[in-house]
């Protein structure tokens, strides 16, 4: 969570068991440190959470690389966890940042947004009884 408690873990696509977490974390507690460690806390992470875990579980998997204390090794190749981390995250922000996610996300809306036809009578019910409301979104 955002305090630095254990609720649960994956290492790829696998949950850890809970002794598994207590090897690991035995306070079920680590310090948040920006230096080691990144909080993804919207939904909007999903997608690069699950393209971590998908990275995370090939190289684990794959009969070549081989697992290390910190990452994975193929012959003289090192990738850290952390340099996957940072190689996933940079690939993000560009996408966001200078690719075209949003021209392509707008060219088909109705794949991504559902719309709910009672939205439009719960918002007129709301102004009727005199309700104030707001939206607010980080998009």
Known sequence: DGFGNILFACHGLRFLKADEICVKYPNKFIKLDDSRIFVYNTLFNLPEIYLLACLIDFFQTHKDYKE??????????????????????????????????????????????????????VLHNLQKSGAKTFLLTNS
């Open 68 to 121: 290390v204390k910190d990452g994975f090794k193929l012959a003289d190749l090192h990738m850290s966890f952390k340099s996957l981390f940072q190689d996933v995250r940079g690939s993000v922000d560009h996408v966001h940042m200078h690719g075209d996610l949003k021209p392509k996300t707008c060219e088909d809306l109705p794949r991504y947004i559902k719309k709910d036809g009672r939205l439009p009578t």
